[in-house]
Each structure stands twice: as structure tokens, then as C-alpha cells.
């Protein structure tokens, strides 16, 4: 097992927890957001909490993939792919154009 300077223990258990808890502070704020009215003075602060958690969480999922040996750019790719794909079914099965 790996140890990191700032996170310590980086087996693939412990990035789940930590993306996790990431996860748990995008949701939170971006949450707020979604119920606050559009001039509400909040709105940017909410934001501004999320930034950095959302690119916590981005960075952690890059080292997640690199440890499981998967190219990033390929996984971007492949979810990008996977998206298409999911939009072609539900248009498909609504008939929505």
C-alpha cells in the first residue's frame, strides 16, 4: 500500500471514501443552489464552496484511474460515448426527437 503526504493511505477503498466525502460537499452546495431564487446574494458564495470540492473530486478520479491502470483520456472517451448511447436509448424508447 502506497501512503500520500496529505491523504495517507491511497489504497482504492480509501479514494472511494474520500470522493465519497467530496461528493457529499458538491451535493450539499449545489443543492442550495438549486433551491435558491436566481438574485439571491448566496448564490455566488454557494458556488464558489463547490469550486474547489468539484475539482477535489475530479483530481481524485484521475488518480483512481491511473492507479487501475486506465488511460484518462480513453475513460473521458468512453464516457462520452456511454452518454450518447444513453441519450439514443431514451429517445428510442419516448420517441422524444
Known amino acids: 500500500m502506497d501512503v500520500d503526504v496529505v491523504f495517507g493511505d491511497t489504497s482504492v477503498l480509501n479514494k472511494i471514501a474520500r470522493l465519497a466525502y467530496s ?3 458538491v451535493a450539499r452546495a449545489l443543492g442550495r ?3 435558491l431564487p436566481e438574485d439571491s ?3 455566488k458564495s454557494y458556488l464558489a464552496y463547490a469550486k474547489p470540492s468539484f475539482a477535489l473530486m475530479i483530481k481524485l478520479w484521475r488518480e483512481l484511474a491511473d492507479q487501475l ?3 484518462w483520456d480513453e475513460i473521458i472517451d468512453l464516457g462520452d460515448e456511454r452518454m450518447a448511447e444513453l441519450i439514443r436509448d ?3 424508447r419516448t420517441g422524444v426527437k
Open 23 to 25: 461528493f457529499g460537499h
Open 33 to 35: 443552489v438549486e433551491n
Open 41 to 43: 446574494p448566496d448564490l
Open 69 to 71: 491502470g486506465y488511460d
Open 90 to 92: 431514451y429517445k428510442s
